[in-house]
């Protein structure tokens, strides 16, 4: 499908990483979770377990805290290891008005589909053969069009 993170149509993984900074009294946190292709895996990983190495561990919580999210990590990242890379050259999907003529006489299609609670990637990869176009494209619209309409 294409990555949450960078964009780019290649093969994804579902993970979840951790960081944690641990200060005296309190700590920050963040968390990236999704689907990500092969390099945003690694990427994340190594800057994630970095920080929860070398500065997650200070304080009472983070003592606690930065040893699971590591080992979470860790399980994320060894679990990933077989996903393929992407293709050379591959690139975030672009909606351009080649895209819109190619797929506008497929969007009854697509929304009906989708309002049957069907598969996600089924449906875009179906629109996107039908429409001529890559399931990438067809999952950025739609992901375009679900914050268009929470707005």
């Known amino acids: 499908m294409f990555c949450q993170k960078c964009g780019c149509e ?3 993984r ?3 990483f951790h960081r944690n900074i641990g200060l005296l009294v309190m700590r920050l946190y963040e968390g990236t979770e999704g689907a990500l292709c092969k390099p945003c895996i690694h990427k994340t990983f190594w ?3 970095a920080v929860n190495i070398t500065v997650g561990w200070l304080g009472m919580i983070s003592l606690v805290l930065a040893p699971a999210f590591t080992l979470i990590n860790v399980y994320h990242y060894l679990a ?4 393929e890379s992407p293709r050379p050259g591959a690139t975030a999907p672009q909606l351009d008005d080649e895209f819109f003529a190619k797929v ?4 009854d299609y697509l929304v009906q589909r989708l ?3 069907e598969d996600f990637q089924r449906v875009t990869e179906d629109v996107a ?7 990438g494209q067809v999952a950025l619209l739609l ?7 929470q707005a």
Do not use: E, I
């Not at 990933?80 to 996903?83: E, Q, T, Y």
């Not at 506008?104 to 969007?107: F, L, R, S």
């Not at 992901?143 to 309409?149: C, D, E, V, Y």
């Open 10 to 12: 290649a093969p994804t």
């Open 14 to 16: 579902h993970v979840s």
């Open 47 to 49: 800057a994630y377990t």
């Open 80 to 83: 990933s290891l077989g996903l």
């Open 104 to 107: 506008q006489p497929h969007m």
């Open 115 to 117: 309002n049957q609670r």
């Open 129 to 135: 053969m039908r429409a001529g176009v890559s399931p």
């Open 143 to 149: 992901h375009a069009m679900l914050a268009q309409q």
